[in-house]
């Protein structure tokens, strides 16, 4: 390990250790430093400034700042640090790797963060060293989204206007006479937003896009099926705070007039909040922001990273995205929180237990931003599934059989919990308390979550299918399957659709049960409910049911997790619920290289309760082998060969 990567992994076992204190669940980032006279030189367009005039300019590298307006012809600038080789003659070109985000302020990422001298955003010092960016001839651009940073404008979160500044981006960062018009996209949770959106666009200079745990549908990030999640105000409030950071005192005076941009328009901070507050899906608001729906037939080779069982930016509509993506992917899918794929606990463990993020990385950028022969075959997908096991295959999900369960039906007291709670209370179970606010100012954006939602009270399960087996009417109802003949992976997106007499709010939850009684809840979603039909597709996952166990299914009040839910207090009958799910066999594996993620277990820690089964009234089958396409809609399985894993 050379001193650079020394640098880089100790930065982000801080970041771990953060995330395990619940003070950071963002990114790595270099500790501030202090300056020294000579080594604060502010850069410009034309006055490039090296490491050893100021010591944030990493190391074998050359930083110049640069403004050009958005594309959508409002006036908003832009800003770019951009980070090129040291030493590149005038004639040389290299291809560029382009972040695009609101973290890329000179005082801090999401606030100020103490530094003594400006200097460019060290957010992806990992990245950089943990590849050698620069002695492997690339160039480095950071560009603030509307509103941040050193760029003008109102803040417009995964929008049109923030579609503008990419497009802008990338056709700024291909025509610069430095640059061989090759460029690519890097970031994680916001700035791999923005990298799904470089996709969308379809501009013939992105040739590629790594984007490490997004939010592939902004509106599911703020509403769950009409039902507000907590940061439903909380993340408008931090990236309007993020927007005000007061930059650095020695940052040139286009900088500083720039971020001051919302002092003189205090409307966008009002504006940015109102959008927010727009609960229906179908509003033009939202629609202009579903990235999965508008990434159909789009084609630039994408590299994603998505823990299953991350509480930040969930995989939902991971696979309709996915399914409408038509270009080459590259994938690591598995059990671990929001992190990057380099990142380390303090004990040196990988948070996502594969080694080799940063030459796989690398390897993609060479491949198409390059044109070079990869050395290394990798698959196309590397996947941990719920048992800790690493595995590899062509495309996720891989599905043996798709089948369509009976549910049948039941009734539940939609009271947010009040009656379940009330029966715990008489057999002495108390509810945990709530989670404390993510961040120190209460604010939730992308890179600020709580590790692991409020769950349920210890014996809350079993005193319900108690209270359902003597016949009463609580907050929710179960149904159990016989117990599997053999393994079998429920892979995918579930999906569960039901008819429903009454109005309020329905919570549906899958739960993997141990033959001992106890139980894994592995996915859920909740969604508005009013009379009819209704269909709720959960999130994806990647759970290996072992044989002898039982899936059990929970339809109920919202009683668990941090929603903003308002209780209707009626009596919800449901009937002629249906269980859609796609199904893998573990038997036909190809091991690949990973070790268990140590996330995996805090999650099983928290989510695991007491569950006995109760009587079977399906079946879960193991299923005959058939490969689905994404391309093939999920239900029925067609007949044809499974694929096999390939670099």
Not at 42 to 60: C, S
Not at 406 to 434: F, K
Not at 436 to 462: N, V
Not at 608 to 636: D, E, Q
């Amino acid at each position: 390990m050379n001193r650079r990567h020394a640098v880089a992994w100790a930065a982000s076992a801080l970041f771990t250790a953060f995330t395990l204190t619940g003070t950071l669940t963002g990114p790595a980032a270099a500790a501030p430093v202090s300056g020294t006279a000579g080594r604060a030189a502010v850069a410009t367009a034309t006055d490039p400034v090296t490491h050893a005039q100021n010591d944030r300019v990493p190391e074998g590298s050359v930083w110049t700042q640069a403004y050009f307006p958005s594309a959508d012809r409002s006036g908003t600038e832009l800003h770019a640090d951009v980070l090129r080789p040291e030493g590149m003659s005038k004639k040389a070109r290299v291809p560029v790797i382009l972040s695009v985000g609101p973290y890329f302020g000179h005082s801090g990422q999401t606030g100020v963060e103490g530094w003594s001298h400006t200097g460019p955003s060290a957010r992806f010092q990992d990245f950089i060293e943990g590849t050698d960016l620069f002695e492997h001839g690339y160039a480095f651009v950071m560009v603030d989204l509307r509103g941040f940073g050193g760029s003008t404008g109102c803040l417009d979160w995964g929008g049109p206007g923030e579609q503008a500044d990419v497009e802008a981006a990338v056709d700024w960062a291909a025509k610069q006479p430095w640059s061989t018009g090759a460029v690519g996209m890097y970031g994680k949770s916001y700035d791999a937003v923005t990298g799904l959106i470089g996709n969308n666009l379809d501009q013939r200079a992105l040739k590629a896009v790594v984007a490490q745990e997004p939010v592939w549908d902004m509106y599911q990030y703020i509403y769950s099926n009409g039902v507000p999640r907590p940061n439903v105000t909380g993340t408008a409030d931090a990236y309007n705070g993020i927007a005000t950071t007061g930059q650095m005192a020695d940052d040139d005076a286009h900088y500083l007039a720039n971020s001051r941009y919302e002092e003189s328009h205090p409307e966008c901070l009002t504006e940015n909040s109102a959008g927010y507050r727009i609960a229906d899906q179908h509003d033009e608001h939202w629609t202009s922001r579903d990235l999965a729906k508008l990434a159909r037939g789009s084609d630039t080779p994408l590299f994603v990273t998505q823990g299953f069982i991350e509480n930040n930016t969930k995989p939902e509509e991971m696979q309709e995205y996915l399914d409408n993506h038509r270009g080459v992917e590259r994938g690591w899918l598995g059990q671990w929180e929001h992190v990057r794929g380099g990142d380390r606990y303090p004990d040196g463990r990988l948070s996502m237990g594969r080694e080799g993020w940063y030459d796989e990385t690398l390897s993609f950028y060479d491949q198409y931003l390059k044109g070079a022969e990869p050395k290394v075959r990798y698959p196309a997908y590397s996947v941990e599934d719920s048992t800790g096991a690493w595995r590899a295959q062509r495309t996720w999900p891989v599905v043996e059989k798709s089948v369509t369960l009976p549910l049948g039906g039941g009734s539940y007291v939609d009271d947010g919990g009040a009656l379940a709670n009330a029966v715990l209370a008489e057999s002495g179970g108390t509810a945990p308390p709530t989670l404390k606010d993510p961040s120190p100012t209460g604010g939730w954006d992308m890179e600020h979550a709580p590790r692991t939602d409020r769950t349920a009270p210890e014996g809350l399960a079993r005193e319900q299918a108690e209270s359902q087996r003597a016949g009463e009417v609580t907050s929710s109802y179960f149904v159990w399957s016989k117990p599997v003949k053999r393994d079998v992976r429920i892979t995918g997106t579930p999906r569960i659709s039901l008819t429903a007499r009454g109005e309020g709010n329905v919570m549906l939850k899958l739960y993997d049960v141990a033959p001992d009684g106890t139980a894994v809840m592995f996915d859920e979603q909740v969604s508005l409910l009013r009379s009819g039909r209704l269909g709720v597709d959960l999130k994806a996952t990647d759970w290996t049911l072992a044989a002898g166990h039982v899936l059990a299914v929970e339809t109920g009040s919202i009683q668990t997790g941090s929603w903003r839910d308002t209780p209707s207090g009626e009596t919800i009958e449901v009937t002629g619920a249906r269980l859609g799910l796609a199904l893998d066999d573990p038997a036909d594996d190809v091991a690949t290289g990973g070790a268990r993620s140590p996330y995996l277990d805090t999650y099983l820690s928290q989510y695991t309760v007491r569950l006995p089964a109760g009587p079977g009234t399906f079946t879960v089958p193991g299923g005959r082998r058939c490969h689905l396409t994404r391309s093939v809609p999920r239900w029925p399985c067609p007949s044809g060969r499974r694929s096999s894993p390939s670099g």
